[in-house]
């Protein structure tokens, strides 16, 4: 039995749950292309619970897909490293991108006819409802390039290493750049999206910061706690405030706007998940129900929005103003029982003979 790591079981728990939590906070700004909040409330809590915590889910979960695939085994192909990869998680996805297709149509959520047109762009593009499954696509993308970087990996030194994390922190201001200087940069235009940056920027960054982290970065705990908890509150509290800033109660804006520095590759989220994901390696046990919910996760965040949806309308009550709940008990209450019904299922799934093909 393949022995497990338990700072990254902890991390695929507690960053599982922060992903319900980012999508619970969203019921009370975002509809759609343009969002708004409705009160002083719901602008600071979404600020602490989506900013300061939520953030850092899924650059964490990219971590700790590089942190336990790269370098690749000795000897493994490029072709056998994508067997095993893609056929552990495309069947799932596909599975839900069906189910997401088709299923709201059976209580009316859109017509059958809707639901036929989303299913046919599904070899294409997330429907409607799959909107969390976009982290698919560059998950995907790190396993298709996880082979070619694999060998420079592993015969880079700190430095060299050092030298491209510095180059990707600095490709994470473009962002900023894109909405405060110039919507191109860098060679950008509308004939090229591919600027200067272009290959040394996104979720690699992650990849390769996890690699040096695992390899080069020789700190004791103390080290890591130190720098980890100060590196997460900087980050965190910069990325709350980023949102507080913009969300300015009764004014609609567009959602990219208001979100300004909530992208995963800012300068901001990348420092508190350094820091998170430092203070993660500390931990060097974990009981044995953390064990068994970090193999249920896949399948958790798959179905989680099924979920969620009718938790979220259900403690709303139709007024994201006035909640059934206070908004500071609303939102972490959506998020933990989203995460309980996802934990249920995906263990009673699990029960079934193939269910591997369904949550992973």
Same mark, same amino acid.
């Given at each position: 039995?393949?022995?497990?790591?338990?700072?990254?079981?902890?991390?695929?728990?507690?960053?599982?749950?922060?992903?319900?939590?980012?999508?619970? @906070?969203?019921? *009370?700004?975002?509809?759609?292309?343009?969002s708004?909040?409705v009160?002083?409330?719901?602008?600071?809590?979404?600020?602490?619970?989506?900013?300061?915590?939520?953030?850092?889910?899924?650059?964490? *979960?990219?971590?700790?897909?590089?942190? $336990?695939?790269?370098?690749?085994?000795?000897?493994?192909?490029?072709?056998? *490293?994508?067997?095993?990869?893609f056929?552990?998680?495309?069947?799932?996805?596909?599975? *839900?991108?069906?189910?997401?297709?088709?299923?709201?149509?059976?209580?009316?959520?859109?017509?059958?006819?809707?639901?036929?047109?989303?299913l046919?762009?599904?070899?294409f593009?997330?429907?409607?409802?799959?909107?969390?499954?976009?982290?698919?696509?560059?998950?995907?993308?790190?396993?298709?390039?996880?082979?070619?970087?694999?060998?420079? $990996?592993?015969?880079?030194s700190?430095?060299?290493?050092?030298?491209?994390?510095?180059?990707?922190?600095?490709?994470?201001?473009?962002?900023?750049?894109?909405?405060?200087?110039?919507?191109?940069?860098?060679?950008?235009?509308?004939?090229?999206?591919? @600027?200067?940056?272009?290959y040394?920027?996104?979720?690699?960054?992650?990849?390769?910061?996890?690699?040096?982290?695992?390899?080069?970065?020789?700190?004791?705990?103390? &080290? &890591?706690?130190?720098?980890?908890?100060?590196?997460?509150?900087?980050?965190?509290?910069?990325?709350?405030? +980023?949102?507080?800033?913009?969300?300015?109660?009764?004014?609609?804006?567009?959602?990219?706007?208001?979100?300004? @520095?909530?992208?995963?590759?800012?300068?901001?989220?990348?420092?508190?998940?350094?820091?998170?994901?430092?203070l993660?390696?500390?931990?060097?046990?974990?009981?044995?129900?953390?064990? +068994? $919910?970090?193999?249920?996760?896949f399948?958790?965040?798959?179905?989680?929005?099924?979920?969620?949806?009718?938790?979220a309308e259900?403690?709303?009550?139709?007024?994201?103003?006035?909640?059934? $709940?206070?908004?500071?008990?609303?939102?972490?209450?959506?998020?933990?029982?989203?995460?309980?019904?996802?934990?249920?299922?995906? &263990?009673?799934? +699990?029960l079934?003979?193939? +269910?591997?093909?369904?949550?992973?």
């Amino acid at each position: 039995m393949k022995e497990r790591i338990a700072f990254v079981d902890y991390i695929r728990v507690i960053a599982c749950l922060l992903v319900m939590i980012v999508h619970a @906070s969203e019921q *009370f700004y975002n509809m759609g292309p343009v969002s708004q909040v409705v009160n002083e409330d719901n602008r600071l809590w979404v600020s602490v619970y989506d900013g300061f915590f939520g953030r850092i889910s899924v650059p964490l *979960f990219m971590i700790v897909s590089a942190f $336990l695939l790269v370098p690749m085994k000795a000897g493994m192909t490029m072709s056998q *490293f994508y067997h095993r990869r893609f056929l552990r998680i495309l069947p799932p996805f596909v599975c *839900f991108l069906v189910l997401y297709a088709l299923l709201p149509a059976t209580w009316g959520a859109f017509t059958w006819n809707e639901a036929i047109e989303q299913l046919k762009m599904v070899p294409f593009n997330f429907p409607l409802w799959g909107g969390h499954l976009w982290f698919m696509y560059p998950l995907i993308s790190l396993y298709l390039i996880i082979p070619v970087v694999s060998p420079w $990996l592993e015969k880079a030194s700190a430095k060299d290493e050092l030298t491209f994390l510095g180059i990707f922190a600095f490709s994470t201001l473009i962002p900023w750049l894109h909405r405060f200087v110039s919507p191109e940069l860098w060679g950008e235009c509308f004939w090229n999206q591919y @600027s200067a940056l272009w290959y040394c920027s996104g979720y690699l960054g992650y990849l390769v910061l996890a690699h040096y982290i695992r390899v080069h970065l020789k700190w004791g705990q103390r &080290k &890591k706690l130190t720098v980890g908890a100060i590196s997460f509150v900087i980050g965190g509290l910069f990325t709350a405030w +980023s949102f507080w800033w913009k969300a300015v109660p009764d004014v609609q804006m567009e959602t990219p706007m208001m979100e300004w @520095s909530w992208e995963f590759c800012t300068p901001n989220v990348l420092l508190a998940t350094f820091g998170a994901f430092l203070l993660f390696t500390c931990i060097h046990k974990a009981p044995r129900w953390i064990n +068994s $919910l970090a193999k249920l996760t896949f399948g958790m965040y798959l179905m989680h929005i099924f979920f969620l949806i009718f938790i979220a309308e259900w403690l709303i009550g139709g007024d994201v103003a006035h909640p059934l $709940l206070p908004v500071w008990l609303a939102i972490p209450a959506i998020g933990l029982l989203t995460f309980l019904c996802c934990a249920v299922t995906t &263990k009673i799934i +699990s029960l079934i003979p193939g +269910s591997k093909y369904i949550i992973g």
